[in-house]
């Protein structure tokens, strides 16, 4: 197996969809990760700093640079919790909600331009390797498990 082939896959896939992204972001002043934060939030409406940090596996510092910009850019905003005043709930604007479709299709018609000229059952695979290869990547604490993986070449 081809690993460097297949680093150098990862990284270009990477790179170009940051790079899609961040370009049909540009109207709205939207970095690619307040675009990422932004597509998790309208998922998770509510949820704190610390579980949209835990959801998308970004450190702590990245969200709350990424939500104070958010705020001021109208997209974000936050609420002591109820319950726990320590805690803040984040929720998207009425603003965000307006562009939540626009938001949402990015990502799509990224995927779709990907998997133009694909099977339908090439798709399916790939997106299935993905969703696994991800799923692995998520169980693997780092930097704990790295020692233990680079040993037994996992």
Do not use: N
């Amino acid at each position: 197996m081809d690993y460097v082939s297949i680093g150098r896959c990862f990284t270009i896939l990477h790179r170009r969809s940051q790079a899609f992204v961040t370009v049909a972001c540009a109207r709205l002043h939207l970095t690619y990760s307040e675009y990422v934060l932004m597509i998790r939030l309208y998922d998770a409406e509510g949820a704190s700093q610390e579980e949209l940090a835990s959801m998308l596996y970004l450190d702590k510092a990245v969200v709350t640079r990424s939500l104070a910009s958010l705020e001021q850019k109208g997209m974000a905003r936050r609420e002591q919790d109820g319950r726990d005043r320590r805690i803040k709930r984040i929720y998207p604007t009425e603003f965000a909600q307006t562009q939540k479709a626009y938001l949402q299709g990015i990502i799509r018609d990224w995927v779709r331009y990907l998997a133009a000229g694909m099977e339908q059952a090439e798709v399916e695979t790939t997106i299935r390797g993905f969703h696994d290869a991800a799923k692995r990547a998520c169980e693997l604490r780092i930097p704990d498990d790295v020692a233990r993986c680079l040993e037994k070449g996992e």
